[in-house]
């Protein structure tokens, strides 16, 4: 399938890693791990999955919003979610 995701949502939870910044559909390279502390619990953490040229915008994003931010290499295989879907 091509990358014509949408992009209203911010969950990236789709199959393949594709970067979430709107109207991008590269290859994810980055997984950005981050939660709203206002409105998250400790133990929520939203995933944004970022391709090289905008992995710096999004992390900047957050960060200036004052989320906790973790950016981490995004591995092939490393798309640990939806593993047994039906
Ligand atoms: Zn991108």
């Not at 399938?1 to 991008?24: I, K, T, V, W, Y």
């Not at 997984?31 to 929520?44: G, K």
């Not at 999955?49 to 989320?67: I, K, N, S, V």
């Amino acid at each position: 399938m091509l990358g014509a995701l949408q992009n209203g949502g911010l969950d990236a939870a789709e199959a393949e890693p594709r970067c979430s910044r709107a109207a991008c559909s590269a290859d994810a390279t980055t997984r950005l791990e981050w939660r709203n502390p206002r409105i998250h619990d400790e133990a929520r953490r939203k995933v944004w999955l970022a391709c090289g040229e905008h992995a710096g915008y999004l992390e900047d994003f957050l960060r200036q919003r004052d989320f906790p931010v973790t950016a981490s290499a995004l591995a092939a295989e490393a798309t640990d979610h939806e593993d047994g879907r039906a």
